[in-house]
């Protein structure tokens, strides 16, 4: 069965920082792209990073650019998100997903596989 963990949430000052890690099971997900999604409550789910399954290509939402760093770990199976300069408007739960191809795509609609989400909250 495939499982995404996802760990490294928690409660930060604003303009400190937090690494999140995104650890699968069930199967080898090196030839898939992976990303992060947010959704902060009242709010719809939100693009945040993807990384191709090579690592070489990557994509960042709007407000994370120039912030958030995303990486990968073929050989243990794990994403990461390297979060700085983090803002109260950054608190959301952080969902990190498998996409259905090796693209990296930016719709939430071209992954198949979800973690639970890990809470991020940044006060002011």
């Known amino acids: 069965q495939v499982q995404l963990v996802e760990s490294g949430g928690g409660l930060v000052q604003a303009g400190g920082s937090l690494r999140l890690s995104c650890a699968a099971s069930?199967?080898?997900?090196?030839?898939?792209?992976m990303g992060w999604f947010r959704q902060a409550p009242g709010k719809e789910r939100e693009f945040v990073a993807v990384i191709s399954w090579n690592g070489r290509s990557t994509s960042y939402g709007d407000s994370v650019k120039g912030r958030f760093t995303i990486s990968r770990d073929n050989a243990k199976n794990t994403v990461y998100l390297q979060m700085n300069s983090l803002k109260p408007e950054d608190t959301a739960v952080y969902y990190c997903?498998?996409?259905?191809?090796?693209?990296?795509?930016?719709?939430?609609?071209?992954?198949?596989?979800w973690g639970q989400g890990t809470q991020v909250t940044v006060s002011s």
């Open positions: 069930g199967r080898t997900f090196g030839s898939y792209g």
């Open positions: 997903a498998v996409a259905r191809t090796s693209r990296p795509p930016i719709s939430a609609g071209d992954y198949n596989y």
